[in-house]
């Protein structure tokens, strides 16, 4: 129900853009996320958006060169990711929460009920 894709293999500074297609039902009432996972480490929370009022929150390492977006027409978020670093090598995840989170809750992984399959993101030289 939720379709991961646009990873790859790009230098440091290099940009991608990720997108999350979700079927099944539509992005109304629901909280969209990234999250990503490095080889050894746990699943952390990139970028959120509560779909009801496009809200918003960046983990402190990515703020300021990703971008969350969506497209309602096509039920697909984005994550616009520019700048990128050996340290956003990872396996990136989209998940939805079947509700409406608040801010202090978006990167609590168990509030999210359905997860994409993943797309790596290789960022080296």
């Known amino acids: 129900q939720l379709q991961a894709s646009g990873g790859g293999l790009v230098q440091p500074g290099g940009s991608l853009r990720l997108s999350c297609v979700v079927s099944g039902f539509t992005l109304n009432g629901y909280t969209i996320g990234w999250f990503r996972q490095a080889p050894g480490k746990e699943r952390e929370g990139v970028s959120c958006m509560r779909q009801s009022d496009g809200n918003t929150a960046y983990a402190t390492s990515v703020r300021g060169r990703f971008t969350i977006s969506r497209d309602k027409a096509k039920n697909t978020v984005y994550l616009q990711m520019n700048n990128l670093q050996p340290e956003d090598t990872a396996v990136y995840y989209c998940?939805?929460?079947?509700?409406?989170?608040?801010?202090?809750?978006?990167?609590?992984?168990?509030?999210?009920?359905?997860w994409g399959q993943g797309t790596q993101v290789t960022v080296s030289s």
């Open positions: 998940a939805a929460a079947a509700r409406g989170l608040i801010r202090s809750s978006m990167f609590a992984i168990r509030y999210y009920d359905y």
